[in-house]
């Protein structure tokens, strides 16, 4: 929680002067465990998810967290799917109670990484103090990635083509598609950005499909499969768009699994769509949700962070 503030730098000081008074300190054995299970939730993550995507970012995010860099873990993976940065914060806490009861310390400073291994071993050779750093190092790692691994992330953030189950209300217009928020003025596209088609937001995405976002009907599908529009029981008219020019693509990317007038409940597979593809065509990948007849409402209000689960409350509409 303190790297999230910054915080942790005040205690670089207090490390320094530790190592230069008393010749080792005490603090920073204490941190390794922090640091490691980053890297093993992380790595559950990478196991457990089947989003190509988040997979590469989990991977080369436990492997910068080895070497001590943990903000890609944090900010990018963990934080966000929520469970594994809570399991993690309990493993380290388990694995910084061990080392600081076994008396660990370094004898030289540097900041907490896999090398603080060989920075904990005492002048006079190894002994206890080592073995036990090294355990309690190993369980906050092993602790977090085993309960990542098993129950770290919700059905809907694993990947996959299933549909997912959503309680949606009236006014919830849910996130199509997991990835990171992007305000609609953002959107490298004159005409949506402008609101000139409605208002609404745009999701950079980072799995490879849309589900619907509310219990409804298909209104339109373009041929091309790129974008599709969406009629919710009560009434908002919502169009998703998938990727800016992607029309140009003559729907090579992009494949339908409804057709117009097509019944859905939130959750229901709509599209599926190759980033591959999309990506190396040139094509920005940032999809817009515009509310097409945006005029009948009196406020339509963005209820979600900088990034998004697929299935999440993303906006709330409201006539009155």
């Known amino acids: 929680m303190c790297v999230i503030f910054g915080l942790h730098w005040g205690l670089v000081p207090l490390m320094i002067n530790n190592l230069s008074v008393l010749g080792q300190d005490s603090m920073v054995p204490m941190l390794l465990p922090a640091v490691m299970w980053q890297v093993g939730a992380a ?9 190509p995507r988040q997979k590469v970012l989990a991977g080369s995010s436990a492997t910068a967290g080895i070497f001590g860099i943990t903000e890609p873990a944090v900010y990018g993976v963990n934080l966000p799917l929520r469970r594994p940065f809570i399991f993690g914060c309990v493993a380290g806490a388990v694995g910084g109670a061990i080392v600081g009861f076994s008396n660990s310390h370094v004898y030289s400073f540097g900041f907490a990484n896999i090398f603080t291994l060989a920075q904990m071993i005492p002048p006079g050779g190894v002994d206890a103090t080592l073995w036990c750093g090294i355990l309690g190092t190993l369980v906050a790692m092993v602790l977090s990635f085993i309960l990542t691994l098993v129950a770290g992330m919700p059905a809907r953030a694993v990947g996959g083509s299933q549909a997912v189950n959503i309680d949606v209300g009236e006014k919830d217009i849910f996130a199509p598609m997991s990835g990171t928020v992007l305000a609609l003025d953002q959107v490298p596209d004159r005409t949506f950005a402008s609101g000139l088609l409605g208002e609404g ?85 940032a999809t817009p949700i515009i509310i097409s007849n945006s005029d009948n409402y009196h406020a339509i209000t963005s209820v979600a962070s900088t990034s998004v689960e697929a299935g999440m409350p993303l906006l709330t509409v409201n006539r009155d």
């Open 201 to 285: 937001i745009a999701i950079i995405p980072s799995g490879t499909t849309v589900i619907a976002p509310f219990d409804g009907e298909v209104a339109s599908l373009f041929q091309t499969g790129h974008a599709v529009g969406l009629l919710s029981e009560s009434g908002v008219e919502l169009l998703i768009h998938v990727g800016i020019d992607t029309v140009k693509l003559n729907g090579e990317p992009f494949t339908a699994h409804v057709k117009v007038g097509d019944k859905v409940r939130a959750g229901d597979l709509l599209l599926e769509f190759d980033r591959k593809t999309i990506l190396a065509a040139g094509f920005d990948l």
């Open 43 to 51: 790595f559950g993550v990478f196991l457990r998810t089947r989003d």
